[in-house]
């Protein structure tokens, strides 16, 4: 059985364990955040839409890590940081 998190995978990329290690670390000093309570608000459409997850996330100080754990770590769903992963780049423009 693992003993922490640091040695527990979760899928995190090899490249992206500093922007993993900046983002827990900050949600160690940001015990409130809008993904605490629920983090499945912003993975399933069902409960908020795309415009309201991306609203709530811009009031989060987790925001840019959140955003470069999700670059870093090559997400392609859900929203990260403010912005819908699932979008690919040729939707946006």
Known sequence: MAKSNESLDFGIKPEARAAWDKLCKLQDENPVYPCASNPYLFADSDFL?????EQICHGCP???ACYDFAVANGEQHNIW???????????LF
């Open 49 to 53: 839409t795309e415009d309201e997850a």
């Open 62 to 64: 987790l925001l840019k």
């Open 81 to 91: 940081g403010g912005i819908n992963f699932s979008i690919s780049p040729e939707e």
